[in-house]
């Protein structure tokens, strides 16, 4: 237990062992993720609405450091850049006039390993994701397993949902699971308490400490152990932010159901209102699709091969010699939908969807995820 001014120690200590930091700051109306000098960086004093195709950010009455639920970034960002170079192609010619080229990969560690502050428990969920699909397999991916080294992760349970959460449905929120602690990656996990001072306490911070990483975190913060009416007003908050978050995913044997319902006529219904403008994708903290493209100079030595984020929702995406595997919207939004919710657990064992909500937040047409889940397996919401 520590008090709300030593959360500046903690980005301080951090700094100091020489990460750089990045977690939630204000910026052009939104809650941004990005380098973090002190802990005045936070979005101190903000909320913020959401509903299908909106967002806004407004002022709260207390000085909440964590009082919002989740903006358009996630740690994807800095776990698997939307671009990164993989190789430098320079090429040579030799006085005969024969052409010759030395391929040099890209060496991807970061400058500085990365400290995650703030980050919530779906994330933390989907950045376990992450490492599974990216660098669990036969064959890591070299950037992600790079950015990983020395990572440090401070996530903070969720008190202000936003409408359009359903984390209780898939099992990741808005605490973190204790048996989660350390398959997420967590170090250090917060819970805010009495921002406003209703409940005399105080403006302060539970602590639990995941890691030995967490735990010398912790030692280098001025802390003292949490009381019975510590742990019981943070077990409250979660259970107050539970009970606030009334969409629910129809979760029940989910993946065969939507397997089932491949020809349902509301693929066509979603198509009409869909955009295919890759929003939900840009935002979901666990999306992994990337295109690769070779940029030359203008002199023709030097040629590099770039990685950048792609979208199943793109027609080139799934191009095949002869067109693209999913041409229509209808294809699009189908392939998006039954991976995340029902292929991606034959793939990788678990759920592609962590119930962030962010592409419904972030969809200009006002696509709800879990109306068209529902609407596909024959259910109607609560």
Aim: charged share 25%.
């Amino acid at each position: 237990m520590f008090e709300v001014a030593a959360l500046d120690a903690l980005v301080r200590t951090l700094l100091a062992d020489g990460h750089r930091v990045v977690g939630p700051t204000v910026r052009d109306g939104v809650v941004v993720t990005d380098e973090l000098a002190t802990a005045d960086d936070l979005p101190v004093g903000w909320g913020d609405e959401q509903a299908p195709g909106r967002y806004r950010l407004r002022r709260r009455d207390d000085g909440a450091r964590f009082g919002w639920a989740v903006g358009p970034h996630s740690p994807r960002r800095e776990v698997s850049p939307a671009s990164v170079a993989l190789v430098t192609i320079r090429h040579r010619t030799d006085p005969d006039g024969h052409r010759s080229f030395d391929a040099e990969p890209v060496d991807p560690t970061p400058d500085r390993p990365t400290a995650f502050f703030g980050v919530r428990p779906c994330e933390a969920a989907a950045m376990a994701v992450h490492d599974r699909v990216l660098v669990g397999g036969a064959h890591p991916d070299p950037v992600q397993t790079a950015r990983n080294e020395g990572r440090v992760v401070v996530a903070v349970d969720c008190g202000s949902p936003a409408a359009t959460c359903f984390c209780p449905s898939m099992g990741t929120g808005p605490a973190l699971p204790e048996d989660r602690a350390e398959p997420a990656g967590v170090d250090l996990r917060l819970c805010e308490l009495d921002p406003d001072g209703a409940d005399g306490g105080g403006h302060r911070f539970v602590a639990w400490a995941g890691t030995d990483a967490g735990r010398r975190l912790l030692d280098a913060t001025d802390h003292r152990p949490a009381t019975e009416a510590d742990l019981a007003a943070a077990a409250a908050v979660v259970a107050d932010a539970e009970a606030r978050i009334e969409r629910r995913m129809p979760t029940d044997d989910l993946p065969r159901r939507l397997a089932d319902a491949v020809e349902h006529p509301r693929w066509d219904d979603v198509a009409e209102r869909c955009l295919s403008c890759t929003n939900c994708t840009l935002v979901c903290p666990t999306c992994f699709c990337s295109t690769v493209t070779d940029d030359v100079d203008l002199s023709g030595e030097v040629t590099t091969r770039t990685r950048t984020w792609d979208s199943c929702f793109t027609l080139d995406h799934s191009y095949l010699h002869g067109g693209s595997v999913h041409a229509s919207v209808r294809s699009r939004y189908r392939q998006w939908l039954t991976h995340k919710l029902s292929t991606w657990w034959d793939q990788f064992g678990e759920s592609g969807c962590v119930g962030c909500g962010r592409c419904i937040t972030w969809c200009p047409a006002g696509i709800d995820l879990v109306e068209e889940a529902r609407a596909l397996v024959g259910e109607h919401a609560p």
